[in-house]
């Protein structure tokens, strides 16, 4: 047989192992989603600091297993180095990269790294073995059936654990933040200098330019940014993610083939992690802007709003013209980074807002008396004064006027996708219905006063 076609036929095999070891997990994923109802689960924000831990609990694990790996190679006389497979493993990993978005030769670095610490464990115990003369201490499991199985499975796991914590390697104190992470590692006797070398590799991991579809499909899961701080749209309560888009965003994932996951981001940080490749989408009643426009892309909008004043009930007729929230007496108050701010900025210049980070307290700061007014959109506004009867609109116009929508990843398959189910979400009354849902549910739980 030819060498390059023998070559070529344990890449693809070696890549066949590891695709079915990712069916089994999303297949065990889908069930676990059937049983609990995924579209009505209670969901919140994905922990990154867990995502990165659970990386190292699966390089621990492939380690874990070396002992019973060095044991039947003892047995049976096999060398410890194997060439060729490990040259099939590393085109597969390749593989999986390029497929998942992850830069291919980091990873290839990284599991040839892990070969290397567990060449070297295996090592050690058939030494020890060999000078004490006796037999190794585990029952023999057989390498092919059971042991290279459970390596794919691991294998398969760690690059989706790697997909997923990867914004989190780019950290300039990753090392230091996350170096406990990796102590049942250097538990097993990895040096330090080798420690220092997979956190290194690791922080070198970056995405590769593969459509976000593509990664949706490969991972099966869809990364969803949002602020968490925007009723009726986005609500964190809890520790659990509430509202209409929400709901929507379960909905579309589903529509996708893929687990929701949603990632935590801010209004001033919204752009930004959006080009760093933090997440597919976002969610949660973002207003259409031309300067968003020019980085992102958008879905087709599904509301239509604009700005207008909420103040304390008895005082609306101070506060229904934009020409008397002007005024340097006017305590206007703002949640920064968003919409809210470029209006203040660009048509309140004579206030001095007062910058409130908690978009979900600062109607607070209203209802009490530390501020006046806050110019917000007007779903908003009906929202807030629904839920506390301390808070009124001003007036029934709107200063200006503004559409939402998804914000998108740059890739033409997957804003027709979005919008193809936009359209008969839209269609069917979905979009409205969702909405009325969290209005009804922020009435149910009103502030009494």
């Not at 070396?66 to 390749?94: I, N, T």
């Amino acid at each position: 047989m030819d060498l390059s076609f023998r070559k070529q036929l344990s890449i693809i095999g070696a890549t066949l192992i590891w695709r079915s070891a990712v069916l089994k997990i999303y297949c065990i994923l889908g069930i676990l989603l059937a049983l609990t109802g995924a579209a009505t689960a209670q969901v919140g924000f994905v922990d990154h600091e867990a995502q990165v831990r659970q990386v190292f609990v699966l390089i621990d694990k492939r380690l874990e297993l070396m002992q019973a790996v060095a044991a039947w190679k003892y047995l049976r006389h096999v060398p410890v180095l194997d060439v060729a497979r490990e040259h099939s493993v590393l085109e597969a990993v390749v593989v999986q990269a390029q497929i998942l978005g992850i830069s291919a030769e980091p990873a290839r670095e990284l599991f040839a790294l892990q070969m290397r610490l567990a060449r070297e464990m295996q090592q050690r115990f058939i030494d020890q073995w060999r000078t004490a003369n006796v037999a190794p201490p585990l029952a023999p499991r057989d390498l092919n059936t059971e042991l290279r199985p459970q390596l794919n499975e691991i294998s398969a796991r760690l690059m989706q654990a790697i997909y997923l914590a990867m914004p989190e390697f780019q950290r300039k104190d990753f090392h230091t933040y996350y170096a406990r992470s990796a102590g049942s590692i250097t538990g097993r006797s990895v040096d330090e200098r080798d420690i220092s070398a997979l956190f290194d590799v690791l922080s070198r991991l970056r995405p590769s330019p593969v459509p976000a579809l593509k990664r949706i499909a490969a991972s099966r899961i869809l990364r969803i940014g949002t602020t968490g701080d925007y009723a009726p749209f986005t609500l964190e309560s809890k520790g659990a993610l509430i509202g209409a888009d929400v709901a929507s965003a379960i909905s579309l994932a589903a529509f996708l083939g893929a687990e929701p996951q949603f990632i935590r981001t801010s209004w001033p940080t919204l752009m930004t992690d959006y080009q760093d490749d933090r997440f597919d989408l976002a969610i949660g009643g973002i207003s259409v802007t031309a300067e968003r426009a020019a980085i992102g892309m958008f879905s087709i909008p599904y509301h239509r709003g604009g700005k207008t004043p909420i103040v304390r009930c008895g005082t609306e007729a101070q506060f229904d013209l934009l020409s008397e929230i002007n005024q340097a007496s006017v305590r206007v108050i703002v949640n920064p980074g968003g919409t809210n701010e470029r209006f203040v900025r660009d048509h309140l210049h004579n206030v001095q807002p007062i910058l409130h980070a908690d978009n979900r307290t600062i109607f607070e700061e209203i209802a009490t008396g530390r501020a006046d007014v806050m110019v917000t959109d007007d779903v908003e506004v009906n929202l807030q004064t629904q839920r506390d009867p301390r808070l009124c609109r001003a007036t029934a116009e709107i200063f200006t006027q503004n559409d939402k929508a998804l914000l998108l990843a740059r890739d033409p398959d997957l804003i027709t996708k979005v919008n193809a189910w936009l359209s008969a979400e839209l269609e069917s009354g979905k979009v409205i219905q969702r909405l009325e849902a969290a209005f009804a549910s922020e009435n149910s739980s009103a502030i009494k006063h």
